[in-house]
């Protein structure tokens, strides 16, 4: 994986096709919220596909949290649409078969010259493309659990969300006073901050 790509740092905005053939930048799909990126072997994957099972278990919850969930991978758009379908997942999969993530990222799996795919890695990301944490999958145990996201995107929420607790001072009177800007939905597009 590239230097760069650690806790802290931002994560490249690619533009990548989605399974609809829509062209779509990682920002434009995080907008103000969290987001889980999966860097995805592919459809041929069984741990791939057993780690989506799992989150597409959970979907509805990541949805109610104000939580985006990507998924980009190697295969082509016809591939990830059924990649997709078959994981039940909701969320918006980005085909990359330039392998340009792959490339950019220094993340070739080389031990599979046969598929060429990257080595799976999970990030969990503030707004902004922001990294909070970074997950190597290349073993199935490498990858987070629920609960691992659970924790994490907890963390990025308690950061990102001014009014994660309305109990902090000041946050009632501005909204009494008519001044929702740190409120959900943030008027200024941002995060209230």
Not at 33 to 44: A, F, N, T, V
Not at 56 to 83: K, M, P, S
Request: with cysteine; proline share 7%; hydrophobic share 35%.
């Amino acid at each position: 994986m590239r230097a760069d790509i650690v806790p802290g740092g931002v994560f490249p905005d690619y533009q990548l096709t989605d399974h609809t053939k829509t062209r779509r930048t990682l920002s434009e799909l995080q907008g103000i919220d969290p987001m889980i990126l999966i860097l995805s072997r592919g459809h041929y994957c069984p741990k791939d596909h057993q780690q989506h099972l799992e989150l597409a278990a959970h979907q509805a919850e990541v949805a109610v949290a104000y939580t985006r969930i990507v998924t980009i991978a190697t295969d082509n758009i016809l591939t990830v649409g059924e990649f997709r379908a078959a994981v039940g997942a909701q969320w918006t999969f980005l085909s990359d078969p330039g392998r340009k993530v792959q490339k950019d990222l220094d993340i070739q799996e080389y031990t599979d010259p046969h598929h060429d795919p990257m080595i799976p890695h999970t990030l969990v990301l503030a707004p902004g493309l922001v990294i909070h944490s970074v997950y190597n999958g290349y073993w199935f145990w490498g990858r987070p659990s629920v609960a691992d996201l659970w924790r994490d995107l907890r963390e990025v929420t308690r950061t990102c969300r001014p009014d994660w607790d309305l109990a902090a001072p000041g946050l009632r009177e501005a909204w009494e006073a008519g001044d929702h800007s740190h409120h959900h939905p943030y008027p200024t597009g941002g995060t209230g901050t």
